[in-house]
């Protein structure tokens, strides 16, 4: 599978936010796009550019190749349901994003190579797919194994001022979380017009 391995700071600024998923700034210290050109003063941004700039923000911070968000969008729309809705409800309920919101990675490419690497396991079945569409009630659970290691503590230890999402209980102690709902729109941690997303595929699928 293909992976961006360029600056990620790149990512964020090309879209003009931060991006928690992509990188652990807090700030953009250069708020304004990259390359030569992008202190100067650039014209009002067109419908389709407003669009196009929402859709990246949500791939580049899932980390999700087009070809799988289009499929993503896609299903979104064939649900009940506002369409924008269902997609975030899709994507914030894949296992990498919810490994990362249990505090076990600094970042969503981080808990992607945790899940690779066999150290998650779901209602104790070990899953190393991080596109796992996780269930309210499902118990996700590092391997004992790995529970111990020293990335899995120092990840602990740095997300303990870290706010977790109402829908997701942890428990540190024994490296285990629970899905308790379907994820809430409200606790997207970045600013997403989901709307502009569907809108921008509304005549491409």
Partial sequence: MARYRGPRLKKCRAVGAVLPGLTTR???ERPFPPGEHGTKRRRKPSDFKIRLLEKQKARWHFGILERQFQRYVVRAS???GAAGLNLLLLLQSR???IVWRMGLARTIPQARQVVVHGHIQVNGRRVDRPSFHVKPGDEIKVCEKSSTKPFVLGNLEWSTAMPRPSW??????KVTGKLLGPPERNDLPFELNESAIIEFYSQKL
């Fill in 26 to 28: 807090a700030t953009l």
């Fill in 168 to 173: 997701l209980e942890f428990d540190p102690a």
């Fill in 95 to 97: 296992l990498d994003n």
């Fill in 78 to 80: 064939r649900m009940k």
